[in-house]
């Protein structure tokens, strides 16, 4: 059964700083790895998807990694801005019988005026 | 497009009564998820249906749980009857992808509170 695991559980950062957002997951044979920002009461915003084949994708000031065969991803924001503040979670995609996505239970992070 | 629509936002009900929630996926989206979120057990995935059909349904906890997609543009997530621990956020996602792969967009999140 697939485990996802985010490290740290919160992060508070002043504002400029670049920052690093690590996912781990047990089961290597995952088809792809999402990353979702989301915000007290609200829904989840996709951020980034990186399918298995890939090593990395980006999106403006956000950088994601990928690397399968330790079961690792990396979400990067660099120049933190306060309106970064969010919870941030990634999720696995397992594929096969088992379509569903599998999640962390996020990073906290507080960007500091 | 206005996204994933689920309905009812909020919903406080009283235990052993019935919970309809409901999702409207985003159109021309061919899969369809329901997850809960608790603070203690995070989001985990309860049923998921491919073309109106369900696939996995390994997630929903029990026989209270029942979730229904009479068409593409609509799905239910049922409580009967409901208990004090079903309190969470109930979210629906749509992907419009064949399985697997690609985004799933989620919607605002039905709150549930069972007093």
């Known amino acids: 059964k697939q485990e996802v695991t985010q490290i740290p559980a919160a992060l508070s950062v002043p504002e400029g700083e670049n920052l690093v957002l690590n996912c781990s997951f047990t089961d290597s044979a995952i088809y792809n790895l999402q990353w979702f920002r989301q915000d007290p009461g609200k829904g989840l915003t996709s951020l980034l998807l990186?399918?298995?084949?890939?090593r990395e994708q980006t999106s403006g000031r956000l950088n994601a990694s990928l690397d399968k065969s330790s079961g690792r991803s990396t979400l990067y924001i660099a120049a933190s801005q306060p309106g970064d503040s969010a919870t941030y979670l990634c999720a696995a995609n397992s594929g096969g019988g088992a379509d569903g996505l599998t999640f962390g239970k996020g990073t906290h992070l507080i960007i500091q005026p | 497009d206005a996204g994933v629509i689920q309905s009812p936002r909020h919903e406080v009900t009283e235990m052993g009564q019935e919970v309809t929630l409901r999702c409207k996926p985003i159109?021309?989206?061919?899969?369809l998820f329901w997850y809960r979120q608790t603070m203690m057990r995070g989001l985990e995935l309860l049923i998921y249906f491919n073309n109106n059909v369900p696939i996995d349904d390994s997630g929903m906890p029990e026989d209270r749980f029942s979730a229904k997609m009479p068409n593409a543009s609509f799905s239910t997530l049922k409580i009967q009857p409901s208990e004090p621990r079903d309190s969470a956020v109930y979210f629906c996602?749509?992907?419009?992808?064949?399985?697997?792969?690609?985004?799933?967009?989620f919607g605002p999140g039905t709150r549930l509170l069972v007093l």
């Open positions: 990186i399918q298995s084949s890939q």
């Open positions: 159109s021309g989206h061919n899969s």
């Open positions: 996602a749509s992907r419009s992808a064949p399985s697997p792969g690609g985004t799933q967009y």
